[in-house]
T-cell receptor, first 114, second 110 residues
Framework: NAGVTQTPKFQVLKTGQSMTLQCAQD?????MSWYRQDPGMGLRLIHY???????DQGEVPNGYNVSRSTTEDFPLRLLSAAPSQTSVYFC?????????????FGEGSRLTVL | EDKVVQSPLSLVVHEGDTVTLNCSYE??????LLWYKQEKKAPTFLFML????IEKKSGRLSSILDKKELFSILNITATQTGDSAVYLC??????????FGQGTTLQVKP
């Protein structure tokens, strides 16, 4: 009964390093998305996908890349990490553009960029 | 540009008080508005609202949507310390672009 699994839970990077945050869901959800959460700013949408092979930008896409080669996986790539990307990242999925009423979240990944 | 604005940003009450949290939205091709509660970790789902004037209720929590005035409220009656959390409002259009508000931080004191 895994739901949405994010890894790693914690990561420290140096400026300029690259990394990938992994997100996998086992609920056969079409919709997947990535958010970052900073103090006082709620959750801001980075990228989202409405199905395998389809991705689109959210509010704050700069500095991040995504791909959706399978229904299950939606990795988020930081190509050259910057201190401004220090944040908590959440992956979330849903069946069919929220028509079931619920966005399922992963546990979050805390990223620190020095 | 789509946006969701919550108010107040923070609120301190005492146990037993009733609170009302507000959420206004401007979302292209609006589909639904959702409320979430976030404690230490990931947000947990509370309500989804799609139709005006129909109250959704769960225990001491209730919520309603006004699609004409583009806002929603979340009411919590007889608050308890366990209600202390950040409450998030989420606007959904039919494009998949989901917009969260900044959140309201509620602290309930004993």
């Amino acid at each position: 009964n895994a739901g949405v699994t994010q890894t790693p839970k914690f990561q420290v990077l140096k400026t300029g390093q690259s990394m990938t945050l992994q997100c996998a869901q086992d609920m056969n959800h079409e919709y997947m998305s990535w958010y970052r959460q900073d103090p006082g700013m709620g959750l801001r949408l980075i990228h989202y996908s409405v199905g395998a092979g389809i991705t689109d930008q959210g509010e704050v896409p700069n500095g991040y890349n995504v791909s959706r080669s399978t229904t299950e996986d939606f990795p988020l790539r930081l190509l050259s990490a910057a201190p401004s990307q220090t944040s908590v990242y959440f992956c979330a999925s849903s069946s069919g553009l929220l028509n079931t009423g619920e966005l399922f979240f992963g546990e979050g990944s805390r990223l620190t960029v020095l | 540009e789509d946006k969701v604005v919550q108010s107040p940003l923070s609120l301190v009450v005492h146990e037993g008080d009733t609170v009302t949290l507000n959420c206004s939205y401007e979302v292209t091709n609006f589909r639904s508005l959702l409320w979430y509660k976030q404690e230490k970790k990931a947000p947990t789902f509370l309500f989804m609202l799609t139709s005006s004037g129909i109250e959704k209720k769960s225990g001491r929590l209730s919520s309603i949507l006004d699609k004409k005035e583009l806002f929603s409220i979340l009411n919590i009656t007889a608050t308890q310390t366990g209600d202390s959390a950040v409450y998030l409002c989420l606007g959904s259009g039919n494009t998949g672009k989901l917009i969260f508000g900044q959140g309201t931080t509620l602290q309930v004191k004993p």
